[in-house]
């Protein structure tokens, strides 16, 4: 007869595969956070606030702005709300990667670990003020929000955990399995 404990009743190579989906989730962050910082960067110091540079003529463009609100600018006057709501979504993350033991999750909040630091970044770091930065924005489409790389990473990562969820994907192995 064996012992029942929580470690005993793990599936066999969880331990294994939860840190390959760490190193993952960690990659992927770090990778989408540094396209996102030397991105920002290319466009501080190569593109004037406000002007266009067509790159696809009536597709896409740059255009330089700094937002100090939330998609669309909504909330420019809550600029610490978002400081704080993207530390606590860092954070909530960080502490869940832990349970992760299938790559898809991993890739997902790796992606969206990687874009709230990448903007939480500029709303520390950036004028005006700390923790009342201004992110960089500068991807331009018709008829929609002027966005970065960061916003890319959230959202594709938020669309894939939906995705996972509505499809009933287990973020982790459950016990006895």
Known sequence: M??????????PGTSRVG????????????????ADQLSKLWVVENLPIGRQYPVIPGLLWWEHIRNSGAAFS????????????????????????????DPLWALALGLVLGGAAGNLTDRLFREPSFAHGHVVDFIAVPRFAIFNVADCGVVVGVVLILV??????????PRGR
Do not use: K
């Open 74 to 101: 909504l909330g420019s006057n809550f600029t610490w709300v978002f400081t704080i709501v993207m530390a606590v979504v860092i954070v909530a993350i960080l502490w869940n990667l832990r349970r992760v033991r």
């Open 2 to 11: 064996t012992e029942h404990t929580p470690d005993a009743a793990a599936a």
């Open 164 to 173: 996972l969820i509505m499809t009933n994907r287990q973020m982790e192995v």
């Open 19 to 34: 840190r390959r989906c760490l190193v993952i989730s960690l990659l992927v962050a770090a990778a989408w956070y540094a």
